[in-house]
């Protein structure tokens, strides 16, 4: 599933490229993950201008003109893809706006489980009030007081499982908790009122440093993720246990990377150095 790097580095491209097109038209090929008809996402979109892109954990949320918001969730396997137009659909490709300008903008999902919804910001607003996420973890929000209240107000619960809460911190997901894990030294498991203060501080500034280094190379494609262009990211090589079952450990102890399942996640992790 594409985790925050992934979806702000989609962001930060349809910023750039389709920020100020306007929808000129709308193609709907498959409709079953939109919060009305297809014929209303048509009316509704058809006319409006592209304002701003902007990202909520691991939602991107379209501004459009006359204060239309659309919300998108990837899911496992969603892509905004940037085309050239008149290229041609595949099967997989849900959504095509079509805009002014030399592209196009398509949503495709081959497992189906991505969304689209239509909203005004007052819709927006109680949307994103009900899923209570926790602070951006790049922003000023995310201190290290709210982190460490955060991770121990979570009593025994595996510290992976409370990484990946969204109400605690927004945005990380299966990949980044392994590897902040791995950053601290800290088993996967361990009790998330456990650690000490010093792992904790390890945790933090590991975290803001992971995920930026991921943005810096357009994300993690260590499966179907693909940017708004089409193309894989580059920090499959920079991961220390993320997919790398029965491999040497990167910091050279003569550990061998093992895979679990945390909270129905598989997980990654150095049985010598994390404890």
């Known amino acids: ?163 990946m809460e969204q109400t605690c911190i927004a945005g990380i997901g299966n990949i980044y908790a392994d590897e902040i894990c791995f950053a601290a030294g800290v088993h996967p498991e361990r009790p998330a009122n456990r650690l000490s203060a010093a792992e904790l501080k390890i945790m933090f500034t590991a975290a803001k440093k992971i995920l930026t280094a991921a943005i810096k190379n357009r994300g993690t494609s260590a499966d179907a993720y693909l940017d708004a262009h089409g193309q894989q990211g580059t920090y499959v090589p920079f991961l220390k246990v993320y997919d790398r079952d029965g491999e040497k450990c990167r910091r050279n102890d003569g550990g061998i990377i093992k895979k679990i399942r945390v909270g129905g996640r598989g997980t990654h992790f150095c049985p010598k150095c994390q404890k």
């Open 1 to 163: 599933m594409p985790e925050l790097p992934e979806v702000e580095t989609i962001r930060r491209q349809l910023q750039k490229e389709i920020v100020g097109a306007t929808i000129r038209g709308v193609i709907v090929n498959f409709r079953k993950r939109l919060n009305v008809s297809s014929e209303k996402f048509r009316t509704m979109l058809k006319g409006k201008k592209i304002l701003a892109v902007g990202r909520r954990a691991k939602l991107l949320v379209f501004e459009l003109s006359n204060g239309l918001r659309m919300l998108g969730h990837l899911k496992m396997t969603g892509r905004f893809l940037i085309v050239k137009k008149g290229t041609s659909p595949n099967k997989h490709t849900h959504i095509q706006f079509i805009l002014s300008g030399k592209n196009d903008l398509y949503f495709e999902d081959y497992r189906k489980f991505g969304f689209l919804k239509l909203m005004d910001d007052a819709g927006l607003q109680k949307e994103l009030a009900a899923q209570n996420y926790g602070p951006e973890p790049l922003t000023a929000a995310f201190s290290f007081k709210k982190f460490v209240e955060c991770i121990r107000g979570r009593g025994r619960k595996k510290i992976k499982q409370v990484l």
